[in-house]
C-alpha cells in the first residue's frame, strides 16, 4: 500500500527557496556622514554571486529616517537605521510595528556639540564670551538643531530624557554646523559611530562635545546603551554619552525568493563577520555575533537550513 507524506507549509517554502539561482535584495543604506553606504558597500564585496544580489536602494536620501520610510513605502525590503529612529515612529503609529531587525550592529554614539563661546540665545536675549554648557542637561529652555534620524533623537531626549529643550531641523547635515556657528542653535546632534569624520576635522578651539549628563541618560537608558568617546581636544579624556544600536530592519515576507533573501543575506553578514572586522570599517570591531540588537525592537525568525552565500565564488 503506497503512503502518502503530508509536507507542512513551513517546508514547501524551504523547498521552493533553495530551488532559485539568485535572489534580489534592496537595501536603503543614506547616512549623512557615507557609514551605512561603505558598510553596505563591504558586505556587497563579501556576499554578492550567483545566489544572492544585494541592490543598494537610496530612495530620495534622508539619512536613517529616509530609510526607514523607502522600507515603509516598499522601495526597500531592508534598511540601515539607528534603533531610535524606528522605536520614535513605532510608538506614535502601531503600523511601524511590523518591522522587525534582519541584522543588528553596532552603537551610533550620540554627539553634542556646542561652541566654546557660547552664543546663548535663551529667552531671545543675546550673551557672547561665554562657556555656559558643560552637558546636554545645561540645556533647558535653549535650542538644539539636527538633521535625518538626529532630530527624533533630539526629540526623546528632550522629551521622554527630560531635557526641555527646542529641536529644530537644520534640513540637511550640512547645514548643522552653520546653525551653530550663527548662533541659531546654542548646541546641535550628531548621530554615528564613532570616530565622526566631520566632527574630528573641526577646529578644537572653537568647538566642544558634551556629556549627555546623568539627569537624561538615567530616564532613556531602556532606548539606549551607554558609551564613551574621545576626540582629544574636542573633549577632555573620555566622555560618556549614550548610543542607539545601528540595525538592518526588515519585514516579514510571504513569498519563497524575499524569505531567501533575507536568510542569506542574514547569513552570510554572520558567516564573514570575522573577515570584516579584520578588513572592515572600524565599526565591525562593534558588532557581536549572536546579538539581536534592542529588545523592544522583535528578531525576525527565519528558515535555519541556508547554505551561506559566502562558500560560494564571487560573481564578476
Not at 537610496?58 to 522600507?71: K, M, Q
Not at 578644537?204 to 537624561?216: D, M, N, Q, T, V
Not at 572592515?280 to 523592544?296: C, K, Y
Request: glycine content about 10%; aromatic content about 8%.
Amino acid at each position: 500500500m503506497k503512503r502518502y507524506i503530508s509536507l507542512s507549509p513551513l517546508l514547501f517554502v524551504l523547498l521552493a527557496v533553495t530551488s532559485f539561482a539568485q535572489t534580489t535584495i534592496r537595501v536603503a543604506a543614506d547616512s549623512s556622514s557615507g557609514t551605512y553606504n561603505k558598510m553596505l558597500g563591504e558586505i556587497i564585496g563579501v556576499c554578492n554571486d550567483d545566489s544572492l544580489n544585494i541592490v543598494p536602494s537610496n530612495e530620495g536620501g534622508g539619512g536613517a529616517t529616509g530609510n526607514l520610510d523607502a522600507l515603509f513605502n516598499n522601495k526597500a525590503d531592508a534598511a540601515f537605521l539607528h534603533s531610535d529612529v524606528y522605536l520614535y515612529n513605532a510608538q506614535s503609529d502601531p503600523s511601524y510595528n511590523k518591522f522587525k531587525t534582519l541584522v543588528a550592529g553596532w552603537p551610533e554614539s550620540i554627539h553634542i556639540l556646542a561652541l566654546r563661546q557660547s552664543i546663548s540665545r535663551k529667552h531671545g536675549t543675546l550673551s557672547f564670551g561665554k562657556q555656559d554648557f558643560n552637558s546636554l542637561s545645561d540645556l533647558s529652555g535653549y535650542t538644539v538643531a539636527a538633521a535625518g534620524g538626529g532630530v527624533l533623537t533630539g526629540r526623546i531626549l528632550s522629551g521622554q530624557g527630560g531635557g526641555n529643550f527646542t529641536v529644530t531641523d537644520a534640513g540637511s547635515g550640512a547645514n548643522v554646523i552653520a546653525m551653530l556657528d550663527s548662533g541659531k542653535a546654542d548646541a546641535v546632534i550628531f548621530v554615528g559611530a564613532a570616530p565622526l569624520p566631520n566632527i574630528e576635522k573641526l577646529d578644537k578651539s572653537r568647538y566642544k562635545l558634551l556629556p549627555i549628563g546623568e539627569s537624561i541618560a538615567g530616564r532613556v537608558g531602556n532606548v539606549y546603551r551607554p558609551v564613551k568617546i574621545n576626540y582629544p581636544g574636542l573633549t577632555n579624556g573620555p566622555l560618556t554619552t549614550m548610543a542607539p544600536l545601528a540595525t538592518i530592519l526588515t519585514r516579514q515576507f510571504s513569498t519563497p525568493e524575499k524569505i531567501s533573501a533575507q536568510a542569506r543575506f542574514r547569513a552570510c553578514v554572520v558567516k564573514n563577520l570575522p573577515r570584516l572586522q579584520d578588513t572592515g570599517s572600524p565599526n565591525w570591531q562593534d558588532v557581536t555575533a549572536g546579538d539581536h540588537g534592542i529588545a523592544s525592537i522583535p528578531w525576525l525568525d527565519l528558515p535555519a537550513t541556508m547554505t551561506p552565500t559566502a562558500s560560494r565564488p564571487t560573481r564578476k
